[in-house]
Nanobody, 116 residues
Framework: QVQLVESGGGSVQPGGSLRLSCTGS????????RNWYRQSPGKGREFVAS????????VYAGSVKGRFTIFRDNSKNTVYLQMSKLEPEDTGVYYC?????????WGQGTQVTVSS
């Protein structure tokens, strides 16, 4: 059974940093890319960043480029989202997603709150 578990969310002041983790199980982690999405209050779920299954290919939303970094540790079946220079607009629930054979699998989400 495919499972994704996010962790690392919390409350931080503007300008601060957080590192989110997403650990996968039940599938061949190395074979699939991984994505981070977020859903802010009153908004739909939006793409944040993605990383391919091999190599260092990454893509970022324009709003986070230069502030967020996505990377993976295949030995731990985990992908990370390092978030720096956080802004109140970054507040939301952050979700990890992977696509396996045309099916999308999501984690349960982790809350990030940026507020002074």
């Amino acid at each position: 059974q495919v499972q994704l578990v996010e962790s690392g969310g919390g409350s931080v002041q503007p300008g601060g940093s957080l590192r989110l983790s997403c650990t996968g199980s039940g599938f061949m982690f190395n074979n699939y890319g991984r994505n981070w999405y977020r859903q802010s209050p009153g908004k739909g779920r939006e793409f944040v960043a993605s990383i391919i299954n091999v190599g260092d290919g990454t893509v970022y939303a324009g709003s986070v480029k230069g502030r967020f970094t996505i990377f993976r540790d295949n030995s731990k079946n985990t992908v990370y989202l390092q978030m720096s220079k956080l802004e109140p607009e970054d507040t939301g629930v952050y979700y990890c997603k992977t696509n396996i054979q045309s099916l999308a699998y999501w984690g349960q989400g982790t809350q990030v709150t940026v507020s002074s």
